[in-house]
């Protein structure tokens, strides 16, 4: 099955006393948004190989919305 990178944004207001309250507060507060409101889809490139995956992934790590047990580097050629 393919592999592929997808971006998505959301697009919340949270309440902070400042600027690094807010900071500190978004990546907590957007783990619980997602559960109320899906996130908007911007892009979704197929992955070829490990070395196209984005960001921290690794060939250790699984794939969401799979049913399989294989990690990356048992999918995708290095």
């Not at 393919?2 to 919340?12: C, D, G, N, Q, S």
């Not at 783990?31 to 070395?51: C, G, M, N």
Request: charged content about 20%; proline content about 8%; glycine content about 4%.
């Amino acid at each position: 099955m393919p592999i592929y990178h997808v971006e998505a944004v959301i697009t919340m207001v949270i309440e902070a006393d400042d600027l690094a309250g807010a900071e500190h507060s978004a990546p907590h507060a957007a783990k619980a948004f997602i559960y109320d409101d899906p996130a908007e889809v911007r892009s979704i490139t197929q992955i070829h190989a490990l070395s196209e995956l984005p960001g921290n992934w690794d060939g250790k790590c699984f794939p969401y919305s799979t049913c399989s047990n294989l990690r990356l580097e048992e999918i995708l050629p290095e």
